[in-house]
């Protein structure tokens, strides 16, 4: 994690991490997900559903994933030692299949992280409550054929002036969704593609989609939170201010 990578971590509000999981160990994640599906992976008349989602999976290969050396030194670069939870599963697992039904799941938005009511996790603040970071692990083949996430990069930094005027209770991604769509729709568009054992460390507020899958390789994907240790504060007295902190501070300066 050089300098030049958490700048453009700053700037574009991801980075791509290459192998960052061991080939054997995202080898040994994809069958545990196929076994999950129940799907035959050589046979594509078996696979009914457009999306199938896989919930928390705390298998050994799971836990290795979210804990090799490489991550936990991001972690600590990107969101400050101390400050963040280890992880000892991965999900939830929005697997993407070829299919002639189109999902209704292709709207911009960026991840709640919190609830209101103890019930609907659909809130989100400008301090990124309970989130430090989107990660996004690959664990098949993604080309741009195969319905990868699409991005928006640089859009964390239009996302903190929308939340601003909610303070600390927040408000529900939904009610403000459109806002979001509108504040960033200039920004260049990316996809997250790569091959089994990338990983992609997103800045909580970054921009993102999903899209029907046209291709002819299934996706299979991570996206689970990195939850924070302490929360997450852009207005640090002492200044020590971690990398997802000086992007929403400099979000705040542009609103």
Known sequence: MTDAIVEAFLRDGFVKIEGAVPDRTARACAELLWAETGY???????WAEPVYRIGDMAAAPFAEAANTPVLREAFDRLVGPGRWVPRRSLGTFPLRFPHRDEPDDAGWHIESSYSVDGVTW????VRSKDRALLMLFLFSEVGEGDAPTRVRVGSHLDVPPVLEPYGEEGVSMFAVAAEIEAASAHRPLAYATGRPGD????HPFLVHAAQPHHGERPRFMAQ???????????????????????AIRRGLAQG
């Open 40 to 46: 035959d992976p050589e046979d594509p008349a078996t």
């Open 122 to 125: 659909d809130h989100v603040n």
């Open 199 to 202: 990983v992609y460390l997103c």
């Open 224 to 246: 689970p939170p990195l939850y924070p240790a302490v929360p997450i504060e852009p207005e640090r007295a002492d200044g020590a201010h971690s990398p997802v902190e000086i």
